[in-house]
Nanobody, 126 residues
């Protein structure tokens, strides 16, 4: 049973930074793809960043390019999302996800991910 647990959310001022963590347990870590999605208030869930580690493929939504970085620590079975230069429009619940056998073009497709965390709230406000 794959389980994901996000942490690291909170309240931050515009221009600030946060690092979200996603602890993954119970899965075959070396064969998965990981992603971060977010759901702003009153809006649908949207893709933020995704990685197909075995192929070295990483994709970012245009909204986060140059500001967000997805990475992982294999020894800790943890995936991270480093978010810099945060804006009020980044306010959302952030979710991490795990999928198997994804092709690179599928990284942004929420339906291709089989396991999800509960989410962590990020609020960017002065």
């Amino acid at each position: 049973q794959v389980q994901l647990q996000e942490s690291g959310g909170g309240l931050v001022q515009p221009g600030g930074s946060l690092r979200l963590s996603c602890a993954v347990s119970g899965g075959t870590y070396g064969t998965v793809s990981n992603a971060w999605f977010r759901q702003p208030p009153g809006k649908e869930r949207e893709f933020v960043a995704g990685a197909r580690w075995s192929g070295g493929n990483i994709r970012y939504a245009d909204s986060g390019k140059g500001r967000f970085t997805i990475s992982r620590d294999v020894a800790r079975n943890t995936v991270y999302l480093q978010m810099n230069s945060l804006k009020p429009e980044d306010t959302a619940v952030y979710y991490c996800a795990v999928g198997y056998n994804l092709r690179s073009p599928e990284l942004a497709s929420a339906g291709r991910y089989s396991h999800w965390g509960q989410g962590t709230q990020v609020t960017v406000s002065s």
